[in-house]
C-alpha cells in the first residue's frame, strides 16, 4: 500500500467515514466539527490514506502542532479513537495499511494516538502492521470509561440494579423534583437555539471549568440535531434553567458529552435529578444497548454504571531516530519507575 498525505476532509472518500449513527466518534459530522471549531492554534490536520492500486483503504486522521510530534486528531471531547477503514476491509490489509501508515511515520521521532478502544479487533492488526514497519509500538493509559448495558431494560429494571442509596436518595429527590422543577428534552431543531442557550448559561455558572474550544459544543449540536442524534437535556426551576446534559442517541449507545448543573440549586440535587429523568426518557424510546458516561473516572459514574474499560494511548516511535531512541528510553524508564512503586507498595502493605 502506499500513503499520501492530504490536508482536506473533501479529499477523502466518504465510503472511509462510518454512518454516524454506527459509530460517531469515527463519522464525517465529528470530524467536521472538530476542524471547524477544536483545532488548537496553529495546528493543522493531516490525513495520511492508504491505497491498494490507487483504491483508498483506510486513513489515520492526524493532528500538525507546531512544536509537538504527530498526534491522533483527537480533542477533549473524543470519546473514542480508530483509524478510518473501508467496510469492507480484512485484517491482513488493516496490517497492511498500519505497515504503510508507518513507513510515512518514520520520517518523525514518534507519533502519539488517544482514546483508542483497548478491546477493539483492530488494534492488533493495526499494531502489528506498525512493527513490521519497524517502529516500536508502547501503549500507555489514557482515560477510563464508564458503561453500562441495558438490552432490553426499563427504568424499573434499571434503577434496580443501582445502589440501593441511590435509589433511595432519588425516590426523595424526584418527589420534591416534580413540584419545583421542569424537564426538557430537546431531541431535534425544535427550540434547539433556546435549548443551547441554557446549556451555556448553566455551564457558565457552574463549577466546571472554561472550555477549551467554547464554540464546540453548540456546534456539535446543531450538527447532529438534523441527525435525529441529539439529546439535550434541560432541568429548569421558576427562575430558569439549573441543570443540563449533552448527550449523543447512537443507534444502540446513548453517550453522555458534557453535563452541569448550578450550585446555587444545590439543595434540589439538580444534577442527580436530571441524570435520573434523562435516563428514564433515553430508556422509554427503546433500542438503547449501551450507556456510555464519556471520559473519566469521575467518582458518580460509578454510581449510574457498573463496568469500567480502559481507553489506551499508544507512542508509535521511531528507534532508529535519535529523538525517537530518547523518547523509548524515557517510556520504558517510566514504567520501570512505576512497576517497582507498586511492588514497594504491596511489599510495605504485606508486612
Not at 40 to 46: N, S
Not at 299 to 304: D, G, H, T, V
Request: charged share 20%; net charge positive; aromatic share 8%.
Amino acid at each position: 500500500m502506499e500513503v499520501g498525505a492530504h490536508a482536506r476532509l473533501d479529499d477523502l472518500p466518504r465510503a472511509l467515514f462510518p454512518a454516524p449513527a454506527m459509530d460517531f466518534f469515527s463519522s464525517l459530522p465529528w470530524y467536521q466539527t472538530v476542524l471547524a471549531h477544536a483545532l488548537p492554534g496553529g495546528a493543522a490536520p493531516c490525513f495520511a490514506v492508504a491505497a491498494w492500486g490507487g483504491l483508498p483503504r483506510a486513513a489515520l486522521p492526524l493532528l500538525m502542532a507546531p512544536g509537538a510530534p504527530p498526534a491522533s486528531l483527537t480533542t477533549p471531547y473524543t470519546c473514542r479513537f480508530a483509524p478510518l477503514y473501508a467496510p469492507d476491509i480484512t485484517a491482513p490489509e488493516q496490517t497492511a495499511a498500519a505497515a504503510a501508515f508507518a513507513r510515512f511515520g518514520r520520517a518523525f521521532p514518534l507519533i502519539r494516538l488517544d482514546a483508542l478502544d483497548d478491546a477493539a479487533t483492530g488494534l492488533a492488526p493495526f499494531i502489528a502492521g506498525m512493527r513490521q514497519a519497524g517502529l516500536a509500538v508502547e501503549r500507555f493509559d489514557h482515560f477510563g470509561n464508564w458503561h453500562e448495558p441495558v438490552r432490553g431494560q426499563d427504568w424499573d429494571t434499571y434503577l434496580a440494579a443501582r445502589p440501593g442509596a441511590l435509589r433511595t436518595t432519588l425516590r426523595r429527590k424526584l418527589k420534591r423534583a416534580a413540584g419545583e422543577t421542569r424537564f426538557e428534552l430537546i431531541s431535534g431543531l425544535a427550540g434547539l437555539e433556546a435549548g443551547i442557550a441554557a446549556y451555556e448559561a448553566v455551564y457558565a455558572e457552574s463549577w466546571k471549568h472554561a472550555e477549551p474550544f467554547p464554540r464546540f459544543n453548540a456546534a456539535l449540536m446543531r450538527a447532529i440535531a438534523p441527525l435525529g442524534l441529539l439529546r439535550l437535556a434541560l432541568l429548569h426551576s421558576a427562575n430558569g434553567p439549573i441543570a443540563a446534559q449533552f448527550w449523543i442517541r447512537t443507534e444502540h449507545t446513548a453517550t453522555v458529552l458534557k453535563l452541569a448543573h448550578l450550585e446555587t440549586a444545590r439543595a434540589l440535587s439538580p444534577g442527580t435529578v436530571l441524570t435520573a429523568l434523562a435516563l428514564r426518557a433515553l430508556l422509554a424510546e427503546g433500542g438503547i444497548t449501551s450507556l456510555d458516561f464519556g471520559r473519566g473516572d469521575d467518582p458518580y459514574k460509578a454510581l449510574w454504571t457498573s463496568l469500567r474499560r480502559q481507553r489506551v494511548g499508544l507512542l508509535l516511535i521511531n528507534p532508529r531516530h535519535p529523538s525517537g531512541m530518547m523518547a523509548l528510553l524515557r517510556h520504558r524508564l517510566g514504567r520501570l519507575r512505576r512497576r517497582w512503586r507498586r511492588q514497594g507498595t504491596q511489599h510495605a502493605h504485606s508486612l
